[in-house]
């Protein structure tokens, strides 16, 4: 069980309880005995635990000045040869402000909710590549967001046009504009997962593991919980006419910060790996 107290996370394990049932030992205790029982286990900061945890803070990483270009081999399947993935990632702001996290998610909806979205039926109609890559989302549970977009089954040297097609995506969205029942869809898609309660993790669970990223990095817990003032303040950001539209001019076209990555397959990937470990 992990327990949240000023910022700083504690693990509480109890054997005696795990002893008598594989279920979830409250079940079987009030509330009051429980909170009880996990207060008198959580141990108080003391300077030394505290300057520990200073230690351990994740720094940001460094923005590029200028679009970089890397690549790296693999071992492809024997029918697979010529197959390229091609990914073009951009690193963006913090994710500790929940209502920039919500944001980050709400241009994730408009842009590959479904095979409509802009950028979705731009990568799956191309036929620069087979099919979109896997990791084509936007990543906002890490301390700084980043979104990344690409292509499997590319043919080889045609990196530059996969990142030329997203690149064009946000042009036209910049250009022509959002489409407004686009936003109010992709808006309304994020109200019903912020409400919905899903299966699998209890509940309560669920909304401290969501809170992980705002604990570990020492950012305000509370204010990520509270959705309906979070929500609001990305419907009053939303409702200024352009707003996405310069959002997506900053966080893509006018952001340096560009990694366009490839990866290349070598049939003699192994054999070259085990020359280079002797």
């Excluded at 069980?1 to 504690?10: D, E, I, T």
């Excluded at 570990?216 to 309906?228: C, K, M, R, T, W």
């Excluded at 003032?229 to 006419?241: C, D, M, P």
């Excluded at 893509?252 to 003699?268: A, G, H, I, W």
């Amino acid at each position: 069980v992990y327990v949240a107290k000023r910022g700083l996370l504690f693990k509480v394990f109890s054997q005696s309880a795990s002893k008598k049932s594989k279920n979830f030992w409250f079940s079987s205790t009030s509330k009051g005995d429980s909170f009880s029982f996990l207060t008198s286990l959580v141990v108080t900061s003391t300077d030394a635990q505290e300057e520990t945890i200073n230690m351990q803070i994740v720094k940001e990483s460094k923005y590029f000045n200028e679009p970089k270009y890397a690549l790296k081999n693999y071992k492809p399947l024997s029918d697979d040869e010529n197959n390229y993935h091609v990914l073009v990632s951009w690193l963006l702001g913090t994710s500790l402000d929940p209502v920039d996290k919500m944001e980050a998610k709400l241009i994730e909806s408009i842009l590959l909710e479904n095979s409509a979205s802009p950028l979705s039926k731009a990568l799956e109609v191309t036929n620069l590549g087979s099919v979109p890559s896997d990791m084509t989302s936007f990543d906002t549970y890490k301390k700084q967001m980043y979104f990344t977009a690409g292509l499997e089954g590319v043919s080889a040297n045609q990196e530059m046009k996969v990142e030329e097609l997203i690149i064009n995506v946000f042009q036209s969205l910049v250009k022509d504009g959002i489409p407004q029942d686009l936003i109010d869809s992709s808006l309304h898609q994020i109200e019903i997962k912020l409400k919905k309660i899903s299966g699998g993790f209890p509940y309560g669970l669920q909304l401290l593991m969501s809170s992980m990223p705002y604990i570990l990095h020492d950012a305000d817990v509370v204010n990520s919980y509270d959705l309906e003032t979070s929500l609001e303040s990305l419907k009053n950001r939303i409702n200024k006419k352009g707003y996405l539209e310069n959002r997506i001019q900053e966080m893509f076209l006018d952001n340096p910060s560009r990694l366009t990555f490839q990866l290349v397959p070598d049939k003699d990937y192994d054999q070259k790996q085990d020359n280079n470990c002797l």
